[in-house]
């Protein structure tokens, strides 16, 4: 008979014919609960949205708010086989210097004078290529100067195929990362690079 009464309460919980009540509440409690919370999510929704479109306001879409001053800007390496940038390879060996090859073939085909004649600026050389906003109206997006692989001679891939990985003189390319509002050279401090050979010893030395 417990088991029965229990049973009894528990439809009654459900749906209580007497009441007209569904999980103990009538349905006019239960449109007015549904009500609140979506008036209340849709609050929510529109507190969100109004804060995003707030801050997008501040944002530019061609350069950041916020930019760290770098003295040096960063730089590119390529190839590159590792997190440590060690190129080791065998001349004799084919297959341990090919990739390093490929990788170089990869990186500068944008850089074919006829993609760059397309897409970018033939620029001055040795003067600032300089695209000021006119008041209000943004001088957007700006263009890139040219960078013509042929610039690179004996590193452009162009008369050597294998970028001198097979005689030892492999080329190793360098390429600056763009930072905003700086001019290389000014003031007469030209960004400069210096290149050495990583000594390996030998033991025993003779």
Excluded at 95 to 120: H, I, R, V
Excluded at 155 to 177: A, H, T, V
Aim: charged letters at 20%.
């Amino acid at each position: 008979m417990a088991k029965d009464g229990e049973k009894s309460e528990w439809k009654d919980f459900v749906w209580n014919p007497r009441t007209r009540e569904f999980l103990g509440r009538t349905a006019s409690s239960w449109g007015l609960i549904i009500l609140f919370y979506i008036i209340f999510y849709l609050f929510l929704g529109g507190l969100f949205a109004l804060t995003m479109y707030i801050m997008l306001q501040t944002l530019d879409d061609h350069k950041p708010t916020w930019q760290d001053r770098l003295s040096t800007p960063g730089l590119v390496i390529r190839p590159h086989a590792d997190e440590a940038f060690e190129i080791v390879y065998s001349i004799q060996k084919t297959e341990s210097w090919d990739m390093y090859a490929q990788a170089l073939d990869k990186f500068l085909s944008p850089y074919n004078n006829t993609l760059q004649a397309q897409k970018n600026h033939e620029c001055t050389p040795d003067q600032y290529f300089l695209q000021e906003d006119s008041g209000d109206v943004k001088n957007n997006p700006k263009r890139s100067c040219q960078f013509n692989r042929t610039i690179l001679d004996a590193c452009s891939g162009l008369k050597d195929r294998y970028y001198g990985y097979q005689i030892g003189q492999p080329c190793i390319i360098i390429k600056l990362n763009r930072v905003i509002g700086l001019l290389p050279g000014k003031d007469g401090q030209a960004p400069s690079v210096t290149c050495g050979a990583k000594v390996i010893p030998f033991f025993p030395s003779q």
